[in-house]
């Protein structure tokens, strides 16, 4: 019923900056939350930010002033610039959408494929 498709991954030094992006399609009436976890080798998936269509955000404490999220609601698009990354912040990131369609059983939680970020010099 919705994809998820993310695009903007790759490799980027230490202190660098990537631009991840991810738009959602379907028989979508409203995307409630859009937004990115990420899981490292051999780590649990984590949240990394997330922002509601009234515009609120959170953030995790290991990317505060580092990461900022923007939507586009009329696209049902979600961004997340990365600034000043850092080793730590290599893993897959996956965008995640809550989002209620035109089919039954919804809101539901959507997630993407999945994008590689890797920081290394």
């Known amino acids: 019923q919705v994809q998820l498709v993310e695009s903007g991954g790759g490799l980027v030094q230490p202190g660098g900056s990537l631009r991840l992006s991810c738009t959602a399609s379907?028989?979508?009436?409203?995307?409630?939350?859009m937004g990115w976890y990420r899981q490292a080798p051999g780590k649990q998936r984590e949240s990394v930010s997330i922002?509601?269509?009234?515009?609120?955000?959170t953030y995790g404490d290991s990317v505060k002033g580092r990461f900022t999220i923007s939507r586009d609601n009329a696209k049902n698009t979600v961004y997340l610039q990365m600034n000043n990354v850092k080793p730590e912040d290599t893993a897959v990131y996956f965008c995640?959408?809550?989002?209620?369609?035109?089919?039954?059983?919804?809101?539901?939680?959507?997630w993407g494929q999945g994008t590689q970020v890797t920081v290394s010099s």
């Open positions: 379907g028989n979508i009436i409203s995307a409630y939350y």
């Open positions: 922002m509601s269509n009234d515009g609120s955000t």
């Open positions: 995640y959408a809550v989002v209620r369609t035109t089919g039954p059983g919804s809101p539901r939680n959507y």
